[in-house]
């Protein structure tokens, strides 16, 4: 059974960088499916934010792509979240997920708050 | 990007009742649409993906239609358990893109 557990820290300072990381268990990370970050600002629907695929290519949206990096780590089986420039804004519930074209699998999800 | 709009934002109905719930997509995208529900503080599950094809574990009163632009998830008899948030999500095209979400309330 495939689990996904995110990580890291809860609190984050203005114009830092937000990083997370998510922990695959259950399955290989490097020999198949995508795996996306989602998240949800309080009180607001979901927003996709990027994913990368077994192969470590990546697909950001736009309105994140200058400034989020997603990177995968097959030895540890965990791929990685980097959000830099952080404002209130960015303050939500992040997920990651497992998807080949929708998301079966979800992590429990971490909460990021961006304040000083 | 492909915008995926929820109607209505809230729906209110009694245990045992039917609930019809709608997504429609700026463009078409064939039956490239899968369901969630949330609850409050927990992730989003899946219920319906390919617009009518019900997940594993997921049971027979919920259930999908629709293809294009107009979709519906529909619950046949409401049970207490089922009062959640419910997202539609698009994936025929990236970047994917969810609606804005339906809260099912008693």
């Known amino acids: 059974q495939v689990q996904l557990q995110e990580s890291g820290p809860g609190l984050v300072k203005p114009s830092e960088t937000l990083s997370l990381t998510c922990t695959v268990s259950g399955h290989s990370i490097s020999s198949d499916y995508y795996w996306g970050w989602i998240r949800q600002p309080p009180g607001k629907g979901l927003e996709w934010i990027g994913s990368?695929?077994?192969?470590?290519?990546?697909f950001y949206t736009a309105s994140f792509k200058s400034r989020v990096t997603i990177s995968i780590d097959t030895s540890k089986n965990q791929f990685s979240l980097n959000l830099s420039s952080v404002t209130a804004a960015d303050t939500a519930v992040y997920y990651c997920a497992k998807y080949y074209y929708y998301m079966d699998v979800w992590g429990k999800g971490t909460t990021v708050t961006v304040s000083s | 990007e492909i915008v995926m709009t929820q109607s209505p934002a809230t729906l209110s109905v009694s245990p045992g009742e039917r609930a019809t719930l709608a997504c429609r997509a700026s463009q078409y995208i064939r039956s490239n649409v899968a369901w969630y529900q949330q609850k409050l503080g927990q992730a989003p599950r899946l219920l319906i993906y390919g617009a009518s094809t019900r997940a594993t574990g997921i049971p027979a009163r919920f259930s999908g239609s629709g293809s294009g632009t107009e979709f519906t998830l529909t619950i046949s008899s409401l049970q207490s358990e089922d009062f959640a948030v419910y997202n539609c999500q698009q994936y025929d095209t990236w970047p994917y893109t969810f609606g804005q979400g339906t809260k099912l309330e008693i």
């Open positions: 990368i695929y077994h192969s470590g290519k990546t």
